[in-house]
């Protein structure tokens, strides 16, 4: 049974690679993503494949570059740590969190428009 596991793992299935895509969209790192149960390979493959199926680790934070003052950074790289998730994908998660609630992003900016 385990050798058959094995097998399995080693193919790429679309299960896989959709589920690569999606936690590359997520802005998980490679080790965390080879260590996800379905991905289930080395930090290595994880970049061969990306690059295989034309998706990028770089191209999802490089879009999402945003300057911010050292302590705010600080803040938002902690927040993302705790949730293991980089930077910008922080960012990003926490902007369509705001972007869901029109009257929350009113509150949150309280300048009387």
Known sequence: MTVATEIHKSRWTGERIARLGFL??????????????????TPNNVHRQAQR??????????????????????????????????????IKLLLLEVASEPSLLDNILDDGV
């Open 53 to 90: 199926f034309g998706l990028a680790f770089r191209a999802a934070a490089a879009a999402m570059s945003v300057r911010l003052p050292p302590e705010a950074n600080s803040y938002f790289e902690a927040a993302a740590a705790k949730r293991s998730l980089t930077r910008e994908s922080m």
């Open 24 to 41: 590359l969209g997520l802005g998980w790192e490679a080790k965390r993503i080879a260590e996800d149960p379905i991905i289930s390979s």
